[in-house]
């Protein structure tokens, strides 16, 4: 127990140095330069509303494409190509007050005939755009002059914030075909050369609408896959930050060397071990308490994650508002595993298939150090690794599994929990009720304090083991200030970057 | 030689067949379905078959099969699902990359281990052989990814020498092309080149061992003679199969060189092509290999030919 509280102790601390440090010493902004980041993959196509890749948002959104609102780096919903907007008394229509004078990369203007024709094809399921669900409630899309109104069949709390999702953006739909290859948006960078799987170059776009930003004149995106190759290619001066896929022992060498910094910041990443709720004996609460009480937390999180990292009880990261620490519910303790496994009638412990996602080296390593620990409270541990394309397939869509261990990283992802199709297989009608009611109610806050209830009630039952939170972790050339250092959206926002010595 | 020729065009063209057949077994074979990989974990029902649809997934297998290899034979590739752009640009762009990597890491290695090979099959008994075969030894059994790592934590880190990765293309400047491919190419041919030094000096030693060499030096000619005339020319044709199948290897493992090094060629795109299960690409790749590793042994049977006069084709 004091070891727990400790360990949480420390890494909060950390987390406060981390940030204030970097905010400190931070100079005035300085304009012109070019800064070049490290991604990890190749995109296919840069178009956000025909492919989920995560790669395209976190080079194209905020930076190239824009929506009617953003999320900015606290989190919050702020205002992007609408000014403004109101909701009736009713919550079925919702008036939003475009922006005057936004230009798109192309020259020509945005109107709201442009927003009308987005979100009619964003509505329609034929039309092979992503997420259609983020749009469901939407009955019609109209425009009157520089207004548009959307008409709601139902009251939907969230629409706001899935407008604030990279699906949402606004491009001239004359030019929808080309999308894919040549982004045009209203972002303060265009889209200025894509060399074949190798860089991305965004350059300055100066018609952007909001003055004094962007800072650089130009902004590189690499792909380098490899985590150690990035390290070194920033410790040679090839490139100036990593924002994503930073490993935890790299990250403790940035913190010892002189000319790097790093930040670690919030995200909405829940590393949790997915039992499979239908599935003897797992179907039995007590033994999902068992599993629970099995794990050390916090040896994972030094032993995987170098330290990096906040405990979690529920399927919550502390990034969430409607965070609640209930990493105490059922705590470490091996003997009260044993005692429930054989009040649950296993005495003698059981065996159980542990799948570990190949690409996610967090998640294998956490998962080692699980089925060792599972071990040693009788429970037999089938562990393997599957391929990607398989866990995806055969554990997610199929939920032929029993246990497996993965990073949620999806923000307000809480409501997967009212489905009992999705893979854990949990079926609890006061949660569904609950949910259901979460995206009718009549504000943000009291929204909050229903997901805060579910989060508890997930938790006493025990449905998976949600084991830690991994920091955002950026680092960074000293002389580059201004990135985000955390992470509310998927995407790596340049617009306050800039150099200064 | 030509009864010869169309014999060897035949079976390469069956062997290519069976390559891309059973490539295409395979992943049908591995779960996945590229529209959910494209849509994401969260997509409808509906907007999955509607893109099942546009990507001509709701056809049987077979006549996947027969229709991509229907636009092979006259020369369409097809298109990528993932990337939604013709198959054959895509391969096109990556071998600029690979090509020069293979064959650069290729002139490494030869150029490393023909001298070194030979070198130590004729110091056979004294203290230097043993030095080189160990070298050779510990070469071969160093991971390439982690010799690029080391190269780059040298060349890029330290001594601020080279790129740590990335890729220029060639027309923008050849200069920085090089660069970029220099650690790469020397990572992937050091390798090589300590399995190739073993080899050659195997071949060698076996030559050293004939009696016509033993004829030679009896008969007193210069020491330099009976290695290069009568030896070299001997162990030539083990050296150029031993060569042959070199490339073919160095084409495989610059997959994971390329990986290490961020370079954007074919072996990424195999990897890129499996993990998001897009079966035309991979198939155009796998034939773009399978070609390659076909056309090398042809090369290395003909080249008998014109080595060792004896060899008739029949």
Redesign the interface.
Known sequence: MTRLLFAALAVSLSLTLGSVSVAQDAPEPVYGGSVTVAIV??P??WDPT????QEIPRVVYHNVYEGLVRLNRNGDIVPALAESWQVSEDGLTWTFQLRDGVVFHDGSSLDAADVVAKFERATD?????????YYESIETVSAEGSTVTFTLNEPNTSLLYNLARPDSIIYPPELADTQ?SQPIGTGPFRFAEY?????VRLERFEDYYLDGVPYLDSVTF?????P???F??L????IDLIGVALSPENALQVQNDPNLKLSQGTATTEITLALNNRLEPLSNPLVRQAITHAIDKSVIVDGAMFGFGTVIGSHVSPAEPYFVDLSNTYPYNPERARELLAEAGYPDGFSLRFELPEPYNIERRSGQVIAQQLTEVGIEVDLSIV????W???I???ADYDMTIIGHSEPRDINIYANPDYYYGYDNAEVQALIEAAEQAPSDLAQNEIYARVAEIIAQDAVNVWVFSPPYLVAAANDVYGFWEDQPTPAIDMTEVYRAP | MLFYLIRRFLSALVTIFLASALVFVAILAVPGDPAEIILGINASPQALAALREQLGLNEPAWRRYLSWLGGVVRGDFGESLNYQRPVATLIVDRLEVSVPLALGAMFVACVIALPVGIVAALSRGRWLDPLLTSLAQLGAAVPSFWLGLMLILLFSVELGWLPAAGYVPWERDPVATLRSLALPVLALGLGQAAVMTRMTRAAMIEVLSQDYVRTASAKGLPRRRVVGGHALRNALVTLVTIFGLSLSQLLIGSIIIEQVFSLPGLGRLVLTAIGTRDFPLLQGEILVYASAIVLLSFLVDVSYGLLDPRIRYQ
């Open positions: 993959a190749e296919p196509g025909v492919s989920t890749s399921p034929d039309s092979g755009h992503t997420n259609p669900a894919r060399v074949e799987g190798s860089e690499r792909i380098i896959g490899d150690n190759t990035q070194a290619a410790r040679a001066g090839d391929e990607w394309g398989t995806i397939q055969r997610f869509l199929g």
